[in-house]
């Protein structure tokens, strides 16, 4: 008979899978550290690949007129990619934002160049028509129930039809100064250390402040070493951001453009009820949409929130190229996926941080640039980024522990 | 040798140390139809699981004897070489394939190439089709042309391609209507003429009695009678398949009921792929305040999609209308039932209640979120004493508020969906079996805070299929039965008896008596 079997089978409910116990446990352990570490991980990657381009280049990839026009060169795709990240989290896709990349800029240029209208009203229209745009995706998406892969690809299509169309194909040119400083200027020296001072107190100041709160709720408190380890690495990698790019030109607009971005998108991911929602949306949609919530209203806020980012990286490509290319942006939604791919975002939806995808776009510019100071050729330029984004989906899939 | 095609003798099976099956016997004889009775969760399923070895030889005790000798199948394929078929509930087939395609899915004819013989499919399938008596299914075309009862006939004839030698027919009818089930009928019977067994699992009385043979009653896992059905009326099934031990689980508490709060009035909710097909039909009620409503009937019977209907969550056409204190309500969607004063807690806990990756805490706060943030800034101290305040009151364990709540025991689960739904205060409180896999302990203390509920003022409607707890709990019983509103009994004496007729019997016969 096998009833003592049953009967020990019954006894431990709930713990680990009773076959091939020792081994299973081990690797759980090992998968369980990475996805929580992932950041961490990702950091580590970034240093492997500038060690490598360093020892390849004999230190041309580290001097800092090269990292801070690395830097320059990730801003358009982590604009993109930190309102893709929302997109993704939902559980959607934006297909459309390159092309919607260079209608805008091309609109911006034309307000520019042709109309010479005043900068803040060209910032503001384009800002306002890459919300509708967003909007429109939106509105197909969660009122009419089409899929917004299929959406946002005739968007794609659609936007760069409409681009070519008013710019005629050709490239619109010169823009003006001011508009051009958007993309091209860099801030004075004793700005940058100000506002790393600043941003560094700010940490401190929401660091002490989260300890009291879980002090407060019996929560478990992490050990006041690690949160000063936190803190002593975030203030030695702000400080040597700062003094890296002062000894070059000072901050790149752009550069600091995206980072209050990253504040901002951060603050409202984890604080607000928007932020919220978009997690649960991704997470359950249907048990999000019978707690009461209107789910389709989030989803439009979210494509509008993309829309205005593409406004954003639009009138900083045009800004940087002084001039609305009808190319701009081909193929940067892609990029800005891969980004937020690499940087740990789940395309199954519900999970994924700003900060990540800022890393993985750091990580594609740092291949971009790195394999183009190499000149290796275009084609394997291509192929290295193909596959380094399946590796990373791969990994991300391998070591998900399973619910 | 034996004079039976099956035995399955004292089969007993066991889910992570809860007997499902304990003890079962089932007899078929060849060429006898076996009608298997049994109320909600009674066993059925499982015991034709075993049978078909979905259940592989091992995972469960027993035996079972076929044509005299012992099966130990390790799959459904050898019991189907064996000529076991079962026929599920949900149909299976691939709707865009045709007929033919579809009866021999996996077992297509091939040329001496090795491609699929066409030519060579269709004939076989037409001259099944004709051999039972189907001419008006033409094989050659998808399987998508033809209404559910077709298909119906079109997955025995599948079965019967098999050379099926008994048949295992899972609730076959639950989707057809009663044109299509008087064939269906028919064709049971044609196959019992030609000597093919079947097992035939219904709650619908009027059909196992019209066909089967020998009934056969399990209730809680446990075999509870066989007999010929020539011995039998319905009502002695009936009198089998209940008398569940009522004990003192339910701590019923007195509670004031008074004026009527809420009101469904002609509810009438179709079906998302049949769209001729009315899964509630015109249903009317109104409830007290204080008041808790059972809602009873049998899996199917529309319970779920009338309170989903209600609630805004339908994603099929519904129509009828809810008023709330004598003022109707323009509910689109579950936002508006929510805003208004009314809560549901869904019936699948993993798909609809909780969001897995989030924590307990912010899986509570979900339908509230925006008291907590007046400017959109979620202030977290005051979330945090709400959720604190919650875990406490609904004993909800968990070993942090952050940690998610997918970590959870079902019943801790189903405890903080429960939170999630009772934090904006609603008037009227839907619980969609709330005490689905859900252990004792917290089934206990889940009786205990409707009762609480109920004093408080609310309005409590609990679909539920376990008839002691809505005999247990419920003020008044609704009994819907195939759509329809078949009784609505104030909870005085009442018996299972009453409610199971209820739902099992069409209002005609009530209307006879």
């Given at each position: 008979?096998n009833?003592?079997?049953?009967?020990?089978?019954t006894a431990?409910a709930?713990?680990?899978?009773a076959?091939?116990p020792?081994?299973?446990?081990?690797?759980d352990?090992?998968?369980?550290a990475?996805?929580?570490y992932?950041?961490?991980?990702?950091v580590?990657a970034?240093?492997?690949?500038?060690a490598?381009?360093?020892?390849?280049?004999?230190?041309?990839?580290?001097?800092a007129?090269?990292?801070?026009?690395?830097?320059?060169?990730?801003?358009?795709?982590g604009?993109?990619a930190?309102?893709?990240?929302?997109?993704i989290?939902?559980?959607?896709?934006d297909?459309?934002i390159?092309?919607?990349?260079?209608?805008?800029?091309?609109i911006?240029?034309?307000l520019?160049v042709t109309?010479?209208?005043p900068?803040?009203?060209?910032?503001?229209?384009?800002?306002?028509?890459?919300?509708?745009?967003?909007?429109?995706?939106?509105?197909?998406?969660?009122y009419?129930?089409?899929?917004?892969?299929i959406?946002?690809?005739?968007g794609?299509?659609?936007?760069?039809?409409?681009?070519?169309?008013?710019?005629?194909?050709v490239?619109?040119?010169?823009a003006?100064?001011?508009?051009?400083a958007?993309?091209q200027?860099?801030?004075?020296?004793?700005?940058?250390?100000?506002?790393?001072?600043g941003?560094?107190?700010l940490?401190v100041f929401?660091?002490?402040q989260a300890?009291?709160r879980?002090?407060?709720?019996a929560?478990e408190?992490?050990?006041?070493?690690?949160?000063?380890?936190?803190l002593?690495?975030?203030?030695?990698a702000i400080?040597?951001?700062?003094?890296?790019?002062?000894?070059y030109?000072?901050?790149?607009t752009?550069?600091?453009?995206?980072?209050?971005?990253?504040?901002?998108?951060?603050?409202?991911?984890r604080r607000?009820?928007f932020?919220?929602?978009?997690?649960?949306?991704?997470g359950?949609?249907?048990?999000?949409?019978?707690?009461?919530?209107?789910?389709?209203?989030?989803k439009?806020?979210v494509?509008?929130?993309?829309?205005?980012?593409?406004?954003?990286?639009?009138?900083?490509t045009?800004?940087?190229?002084?001039?609305?290319?009808?190319?701009?942006?081909?193929?940067q939604?892609?990029?800005?996926?891969a980004?937020?791919?690499?940087?740990?975002t789940?395309?199954?939806?519900?999970?994924g941080?700003?900060?990540?995808?800022?890393?993985?776009?750091?990580?594609m510019?740092?291949?971009?640039?790195?394999?183009?100071?190499l000149s290796?050729?275009?084609f394997?330029?291509?192929i290295v980024?193909?596959v380094?984004?399946l590796?990373?989906?791969?990994l991300?899939?391998a070591?998900s522990?399973?619910? | 040798?034996?004079?039976?095609l099956?035995?399955?003798?004292?089969?007993?099976?066991?889910?992570?140390?809860?007997?499902a099956?304990n003890?079962?016997?089932?007899?078929?004889?060849?060429?006898?139809?076996?009608g298997?009775?049994?109320?909600?969760?009674?066993?059925?399923?499982?015991?034709?699981?075993v049978l078909s070895?979905?259940?592989?030889y091992g995972?469960?005790?027993?035996?079972?004897l076929?044509d005299g000798?012992?099966?130990?199948?390790?799959?459904?394929r050898e019991?189907e070489?064996a000529?076991?078929?079962i026929i599920?509930?949900?149909l299976?087939?691939v709707?865009q394939?045709s007929?033919a395609?579809?009866?021999?899915?996996?077992?297509?004819?091939?040329?001496?190439?090795?491609?699929?013989?066409?030519?060579a499919?269709?004939a076989?399938?037409?001259?099944?089709?004709?051999?039972?008596?189907m001419?008006?299914?033409?094989?050659?075309?998808?399987?998508?042309?033809?209404a559910?009862?077709?298909q119906?006939?079109?997955?025995?004839a599948?079965?019967?391609s098999?050379?099926a030698?008994?048949l295992?027919?899972?609730?076959?009818?639950s989707?057809?209507t009663?044109?299509?089930?008087d064939?269906?009928?028919?064709?049971?019977?044609?196959?019992k003429?030609?000597g093919?067994?079947?097992?035939?699992?219904?709650?619908?009385?009027d059909?196992?009695e019209?066909?089967?043979?020998?009934?056969?009653?399990?209730?809680?896992g446990?075999f509870v009678?066989?007999?010929?059905m020539?011995?039998?009326?319905?009502?002695?099934?009936?009198?089998?398949m209940?008398?569940?031990?009522?004990?003192?689980?339910?701590?019923?508490?007195?509670h004031?009921?008074?004026e009527?709060?809420?009101?469904?009035?002609?509810?009438?909710?179709w079906d998302l792929?049949?769209?001729?097909?009315?899964?509630?039909?015109?249903?009317?009620?109104?409830?007290r305040?204080?008041?808790?409503?059972?809602?009873?009937g049998?899996?199917?019977?529309?319970?779920?999609?009338?309170?989903?209907?209600?609630?805004?969550?339908?994603?099929g056409?519904?129509?009828?209308?809810?008023?709330?204190?004598?003022?109707?309500l323009r509910?689109?969607a579950?936002?508006?039932a929510?805003?208004?004063?009314?809560?549901?807690?869904?019936?699948?806990?993993?798909?609809?209640?909780?969001?897995?990756q989030?924590g307990?805490?912010q899986?509570?706060?979900?339908?509230v979120?925006?008291?907590?943030?007046?400017?959109?800034l979620?202030?977290?101290?005051?979330?945090?004493?709400a959720i604190?305040?919650d875990?406490?009151?609904?004993?909800?364990?968990?070993?942090s508020?952050?940690?998610p709540i997918s970590n959870?025991?079902?019943?801790?689960?189903?405890?903080?969906?429960?939170?999630?739904?009772?934090a904006?205060?609603?008037?009227v409180?839907?619980?969609d079996?709330?005490t689905?896999g859900v252990?004792?302990?917290?089934?206990?203390e889940?009786y205990?805070?409707?009762?609480?509920?109920a004093?408080?003022?609310?309005?409590?409607?609990?679909?539920?299929?376990?008839?002691p707890?809505v005999?247990?709990?419920?003020?008044?019983?609704l009994?819907?039965g195939?759509?329809?509103?078949?009784?609505?009994?104030?909870?005085?004496?009442?018996?299972?008896e009453?409610?199971?007729?209820?739902?099992?019997?069409?209002?005609?016969?009530?209307?006879?008596?």
């Amino acid at each position: 008979m096998n009833k003592p079997a049953l009967a020990t089978t019954t006894a431990p409910a709930g713990s680990a899978p009773a076959r091939n116990p020792g081994f299973g446990l081990k690797l759980d352990h090992v998968k369980g550290a990475f996805s929580r570490y992932k950041i961490l991980a990702l950091v580590l990657a970034v240093a492997v690949i500038w060690a490598l381009f360093w020892q390849l280049t004999d230190g041309d990839f580290l001097t800092a007129r090269n990292f801070s026009n690395l830097l320059r060169q990730m801003s358009i795709t982590g604009m993109l990619a930190s309102g893709m990240v929302f997109v993704i989290v939902l559980g959607e896709i934006d297909l459309s934002i390159g092309s919607l990349l260079g209608l805008l800029g091309g609109i911006a240029a034309i307000l520019d160049v042709t109309y010479q209208l005043p900068l803040p009203l060209t910032l503001l229209v384009v800002m306002l028509l890459g919300i509708a745009a967003g909007m429109f995706n939106g509105f197909w998406v969660a009122y009419l129930g089409i899929p917004s892969f299929i959406v946002t690809l005739a968007g794609m299509l659609v936007f760069r039809g409409i681009l070519l169309g008013i710019t005629g194909g050709v490239t619109i040119s010169p823009a003006s100064a001011p508009l051009v400083a958007i993309g091209q200027s860099y801030l004075p020296d004793i700005i940058g250390y100000v506002l790393a001072a600043g941003v560094l107190a700010l940490l401190v100041f929401v660091s002490v402040q989260a300890r009291g709160r879980r002090q407060h709720h019996a929560l478990e408190v992490p050990p006041l070493w690690l949160d000063g380890l936190k803190l002593f690495a975030a203030a030695a990698a702000i400080g040597g951001f700062v003094y890296a790019v002062d000894s070059y030109r000072g901050v790149p607009t752009p550069v600091l453009v995206l980072l209050v971005l990253l504040g901002v998108f951060t603050l409202m991911a984890r604080r607000t009820v928007f932020g919220r929602r978009i997690y649960a949306i991704g997470g359950n949609l249907e048990a999000t949409r019978l707690s009461g919530v209107n789910v389709q209203r989030i989803k439009l806020l979210v494509f509008a929130l993309m829309g205005l980012m593409a406004a954003l990286a639009g009138i900083t490509t045009t800004a940087r190229l002084a001039a609305g290319s009808p190319s701009a942006g081909s193929l940067q939604e892609l990029d800005a996926i891969a980004s937020c791919v690499i940087g740990g975002t789940s395309l199954r939806g519900g999970s994924g941080t700003v900060f990540g995808a800022l890393i993985g776009a750091l990580i594609m510019a740092s291949l971009d640039n790195g394999m183009s100071m190499l000149s290796v050729d275009t084609f394997w330029q291509m192929i290295v980024k193909g596959v380094i984004l399946l590796l990373a989906v791969w990994l991300d899939i391998a070591t998900s522990v399973k619910r | 040798m034996s004079e039976y095609l099956l035995e399955m003798r004292r089969i007993i099976k066991e889910f992570s140390g809860v007997r499902a099956l304990n003890g079962i016997d089932l007899a078929v004889k060849p060429g006898e139809c076996v009608g298997l009775c049994g109320e909600n969760g009674a066993g059925k399923s499982t015991m034709m699981k075993v049978l078909s070895a979905v259940y592989p030889y091992g995972t469960w005790q027993g035996e079972i004897l076929w044509d005299g000798h012992e099966l130990r199948a390790s799959g459904v394929r050898e019991t189907e070489d064996a000529g076991i078929v079962i026929i599920h509930q949900e149909l299976m087939l691939v709707p865009q394939l045709s007929v033919a395609e579809n009866i021999f899915l996996g077992r297509e004819p091939k040329t001496r190439s090795g491609l699929i013989d066409f030519d060579a499919m269709i004939a076989r399938a037409t001259a099944l089709l004709n051999d039972l008596r189907m001419p008006n299914i033409n094989a050659a075309k998808p399987v998508s042309n033809y209404a559910g009862g077709e298909q119906q006939l079109i997955e025995i004839a599948k079965a019967l391609s098999k050379n099926a030698r008994l048949l295992i027919l899972d609730e076959p009818t639950s989707s057809l209507t009663r044109r299509e089930i008087d064939v269906l009928l028919d064709l049971v019977r044609d196959l019992k003429r030609r000597g093919t067994a079947c097992v035939y699992i219904s709650h619908k009385l009027d059909e196992i009695e019209a066909i089967s043979d020998s009934v056969t009653v399990i209730r809680d896992g446990a075999f509870v009678g066989s007999a010929p059905m020539a011995q039998l009326t319905q009502a002695d099934i009936i009198r089998m398949m209940v008398g569940r031990e009522m004990n003192n689980l339910f701590p019923r508490e007195q509670h004031e009921i008074g004026e009527v709060v809420f009101e469904a009035r002609n509810f009438t909710v179709w079906d998302l792929e049949n769209r001729q097909r009315k899964r509630v039909d015109d249903i009317s009620f109104a409830i007290r305040r204080g008041e808790i409503v059972g809602i009873a009937g049998l899996v199917g019977a529309g319970r779920t999609e009338l309170v989903s209907a209600i609630f805004g969550a339908w994603r099929g056409t519904s129509e009828g209308t809810v008023w709330l204190g004598g003022k109707q309500l323009r509910i689109r969607a579950p936002s508006d039932a929510v805003r208004a004063g009314i809560c549901m807690v869904p019936e699948d806990r993993k798909a609809h209640g909780i969001v897995p990756q989030m924590g307990v805490g912010q899986n509570m706060t979900m339908a509230v979120l925006d008291s907590f943030a007046p400017g959109g800034l979620i202030n977290e101290a005051a979330e945090m004493n709400a959720i604190g305040r919650d875990i406490a009151r609904m004993r909800i364990k968990t070993a942090s508020p952050i940690l998610p709540i997918s970590n959870l025991s079902g019943g801790n689960q189903q405890k903080a969906v429960i939170a999630k739904m009772l934090a904006p205060a609603p008037k009227v409180l839907i619980l969609d079996e709330p005490t689905r896999g859900v252990d004792v302990g917290a089934k206990y203390e889940i009786y205990k805070l409707i009762f609480a509920l109920a004093r408080t003022g609310t309005a409590v409607i609990m679909v539920s299929s376990e008839m002691p707890e809505v005999l247990g709990i419920s003020d008044r019983v609704l009994v819907i039965g195939e759509g329809e509103l078949r009784g609505n009994f104030v909870n005085d004496g009442l018996t299972q008896e009453q409610v199971l007729s209820a739902a099992i019997l069409p209002a005609h016969s009530h209307a006879a008596e």
